[in-house]
């Protein structure tokens, strides 16, 4: 568990989450979907959320405590999915169908 308290483990979270919303961007450009500001906003949320959950399992882990890594998991876990469901098939709005 030692991987989690290092630097290492958020250097990589970081550069995860910057391919993350590049390839996010790409993507709606492809396919001619708008992005407009509050839909990145959204989706800045929820990367916040997910993030707090990796970081809460993370550190609940560091410190010792599997019990509240494995339920805080649990619960943030199934909360980012279904709200990262959610937030998808919001994002696909307004797209041009061609």
């Known amino acids: 568990m030692q991987f989690f308290i290092s630097g290492w483990f958020w250097f990589l979270e970081g550069i995860l989450t910057c391919l993350m919303v590049v390839g996010l961007k790409f993507y709606m450009e492809d396919k001619g979907i708008p992005m407009p500001f509050w839909k990145w906003i ?3 949320l929820w990367i916040l ?3 707090f959950t990796i970081a809460f399992v993370g550190t ?3 410190e010792g405590e599997p019990t509240a890594a494995k339920l805080g998991g649990i619960l943030f876990g199934l909360t980012s999915t279904i709200s ?3 937030l998808w098939r919001i994002l696909l709005t307004g ?3 061609t």
């Open 42 to 44: 959204l989706f800045g």
């Open 49 to 51: 959320l997910a993030g």
């Open 95 to 97: 797209r041009n169908k």
């Open 60 to 62: 609940s882990l560091g």
């Open 84 to 86: 990262g469901i959610a």
